[in-house]
Every structure is written in structure tokens, then in C-alpha cells.
Antibody
């Protein structure tokens, strides 16, 4: 059974940093592109970042480029999102999502975690 | 960036109704489009991928069509569990983008 479990969310002041983690199980983690998607309270879905299987390629939304860094540790089956210089507009539930097909750098998301809430406020 | 515009943004319908949601892309995306369903407090669920392929386990009352710039999601006979918010998503190129969502409510 595929499972994705996010952690690391919480309350942080503007300008602060936070690292999110997504622990994966039930599939060959290293073979799949993984993404982060966020949803601000009462708003729609916004793709944030993706990393290819093996970590060779990373992709970012313009809204987070230069502030967020996606990474993965395939030995630990874990995806990360390092978030720096946080702003109020980064407040959202952050989901990790698994690519539908192995070895495909851009692909639909067939499994999602339950999400972790990040609140940026003073 | 490729923009996706869904219509309508809000839809009120009754159990048993047939409903259609449209997603228009700002440029051609071939068939690289997915539809997701999201219920309050839950993660999105993949319904349709490659514009018209039903994800495993999704009821056959859901169907998708289209290619290029215009796509539709149709629910042939609404069931109580279908009342949710629906999003389209393009995966033709990065950055991946979503439509703004269509909220489907019970009339």
C-alpha cells in the first residue's frame, strides 16, 4: 500500500525557515518524480516544486524560486522541502504527491499525503 | 506559463443530474490533462488522466474528453458523494498548473 506522510509544518514568523518532510512507503521511491503542492486556506491548488527520480532535475514555481529547495533522500524514502524567507502568502497546507508513472519527469499525481499546515505570521 | 480556466466556478445540481465542467488552456497541451476531485479537509483524488483515461477505481459515471486547448469532465448521473470541488491540471510542461476549481454543490 502506498503511503505518503508529511511532517514539519507549524507556525513561523515572516522571514523564517521551515523544512517539510514526506515519508514514503509502498513503492520504489527512487524511481518516481515527486512533487509538493500547496493550498492556501479557502483557495485552490498551487503546484510548488518537483524533483525527478534520483534527484537529477528539480523544478519550481516562480512564486518560490530562490526561496524554496526541494530534495530527496532515496536511502530514507523521504522527500524534503526547505522553505526560507517565508512570507504570509506562503501560508497553506502543503501536500506531497507521487508521480503516476516511474521514470517520467512530468506526470500526473496518483497518490497524495494528508498535508501539513504551514502558517507564516508574527 | 500555461493558464487553465475552468467554467463554471460554481455549479449547483441535483442528484441524478448530468453535469459538465470545462477547462480551457491558454495554449495547446495535447492530451496532457488530468482531473482531480477534492472534498473538504481531504487531499485531492485523481479521477481522469491523459484527458480521457479513467483512473483505476473511479466510477464509470465520470468521463473526460478533449485535446489541445479545450477539455471537459462529465458526470453522467450525480451521486451524493460527488459533491466536491474539481480541478483540472496540465502536465504538458513545467510549471505544472491547475485550474481555479469548480465547486459542485447540491441544489
Amino acid at each position: 500500500e502506498v503511503r505518503l506522510v508529511e511532517s514539519g509544518g507549524g507556525l513561523v514568523q515572516p522571514g523564517g525557515s521551515l523544512r517539510l518532510s514526506c515519508a514514503a512507503s509502498g513503492f520504489t521511491f527512487s524511481s518516481y518524480t515527486m512533487s509538493w503542492v500547496r493550498q492556501a486556506p479557502g483557495k485552490g491548488l498551487e503546484w510548488v516544486s518537483a524533483i525527478s527520480g534520483g534527484g537529477d532535475n528539480t523544478y519550481y514555481a516562480d512564486s518560490v524560486k530562490g526561496r524554496f529547495t526541494i530534495s530527496r533522500d532515496d536511502s530514507k524514502n523521504t522527500l524534503y522541502l526547505q522553505m526560507n524567507s517565508l512570507r504570509a502568502e506562503d501560508t497553506a497546507v502543503y501536500y506531497c504527491a507521487k508521480g503516476f508513472e516511474a521514470h517520467n519527469p512530468i506526470i500526473y499525481f496518483d497518490y497524495w499525503g494528508q498535508g501539513t499546515l504551514v502558517t507564516v505570521s508574527s | 506559463d500555461i493558464q487553465l480556466t475552468q467554467s463554471p466556478s460554481f455549479l449547483s445540481a441535483s442528484v441524478g443530474d448530468r453535469v459538465t465542467i470545462t477547462c480551457r488552456a491558454s495554449q495547446g497541451i495535447s492530451s496532457y490533462l488530468a482531473w482531480y476531485q477534492q472534498k473538504p479537509g481531504k487531499a485531492p483524488k485523481l479521477l481522469i488522466y491523459a484527458a480521457s483515461t479513467l483512473q483505476s477505481g473511479v466510477p464509470s459515471r465520470f468521463s473526460g474528453s478533449g485535446s489541445g486547448t479545450e477539455f471537459t469532465l462529465t458526470i453522467s448521473s450525480l451521486q451524493p458523494e460527488d459533491f466536491a470541488t474539481y480541478y483540472c491540471q496540465q502536465l504538458n510542461s513545467y510549471p505544472i498548473t491547475f485550474g481555479q476549481g469548480t465547486r459542485l454543490e447540491i441544489k
